[in-house]
């Protein structure tokens, strides 16, 4: 099959401040492919990076340490299934059973600088079944299922 993914393992790394604040939350990957061979690299988040961008969003955003809940399963995938509904429900803050896309999309430059909104919006309307620019729990799981933050962050978008 063409599709074939690799398989990975991830581990998430939460560095905390003497607060115990998260202030940067990591995410390494061990990747073998079909040859055997081995691929390491890591993707991280810092608060103020998050911060920053956050301070220039003009609606309402997550405070960081609610981001780092939903940065798990987007980063970890099947790797974090557990944590997909809890990130879907903090997404859905006005409770309608449906995420905006641009919510999402926004924050996409703290995870890669440079990564355009673009890149997740591509992808976002693979899953988006019913064509509506939103993400009810269903398509946000398979979206997350897709290991979107991994392909993002790797570049394989
Ligand atoms: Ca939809």
């Not at 998050?50 to 940065?71: N, Q």
């Not at 997740?120 to 693979?126: E, P």
Request: overall charge positive.
């Amino acid at each position: 099959m063409a599709t074939q993914r690799n398989e990975f393992q991830v581990e998430e790394i939460l560095r905390r401040n003497p607060a115990y604040q998260i202030v940067e939350a990591k995410y390494q990957y061990q990747e073998r492919n079909s040859n055997g061979k081995e691929r390491v690299y890591g993707v991280k988040v810092s608060r103020q990076a998050y911060e920053e961008l956050a301070a220039t969003i003009s609606k309402p955003t997550l405070p960081f340490d609610k981001f780092v809940k939903v940065l798990r399963p987007l980063m970890m995938g099947t790797h974090a299934a557990a944590y997909i509904p809890g990130a879907f429900n903090l997404l859905d803050s006005d409770n309608t059973g449906t995420i905006d896309i641009s919510e999402i999309a926004a924050f996409m430059p703290v995870i890669v600088p440079g990564a355009s909104p673009h890149m997740l919006l591509r992808i976002i309307q693979k899953v988006d079944q019913n064509r509506d620019y939103k993400l009810n729990l269903n398509e946000f799981t398979n979206l997350i299922k897709r290991g979107i933050g991994r392909e993002i962050a790797i570049g394989r978008m």
